[in-house]
């Protein structure tokens, strides 16, 4: 299995992309050079084993290169063992827990709350008062996200409006119109666990493959306005959980 992630940037919308790395995730530790790790808090980890990126209590990778829109985000990811835990794509930061916008994906914040928020995408660049989000809502009988399965994603950022299409749609699954930003680092991390006041998700482990970052085509940017229009509606919350 080839897990890869390529990082592209383009002089010019309709130039050649060029490659500024490619991390294939098949050696058995993050590649430094590439990306910056944190695992401030206690039992946090980044790791990597048998071709997989694994993130468990709030491992976090976060771009060395800046990486400025326009850019294209595929991928393909899992939760193992833990239904609480979630995962974010940080877009437009300077990293982690910094203002940016973020892509949540989760499967049941709490064992106790009937309201399953597994997919959204926010808007955190702005004031803890000012902050927007557009969410995808589901009941426990019609969960879009499951534990121990595969699900693939792109993210389209044309710098005005972020798409999210989910496990192989060809219309946006959920879009947010934002120029926000506050940064140009993408990062990945997921729920912290009991250290960090989180119980519920303690060990929660998220696991990626087959992940790139690239510059989208023209036709992709004519796709993600069209589909963006439908999902108007923005929602006030605070930062990540």
Known sequence: MRNAIAILTLSGFCAQAQTIFTDEFNGNMVDTSRWTVSTAIPGSSVSIANGYLDLVNRGVITTVTDIPSPMQIDGRFQFLNNPTSNFYIWLRSSG?????????FEMQA??????????????????????????LIFNHSNKMILLDTWYNFKVIDTGYDIALYFDGATTPTLALATAGTAGSKVSFF?????????SISEGGLTRFDSITISVPEPSSFSLLLAGGAVFAAAKRRRLVD
């Open 96 to 104: 982690m827990g910094q203002p940016g916008i973020g892509i949540k």
């Open 110 to 135: 709490e064992p106790w709350n009937p309201e399953l928020r597994q997919i959204s995408i926010g808007d955190y660049t702005g004031s803890p008062e000012t902050w927007t989000e557009n969410v």
């Open 190 to 198: 997921n729920r912290e666990g009991s250290a960090a006041g989180s």
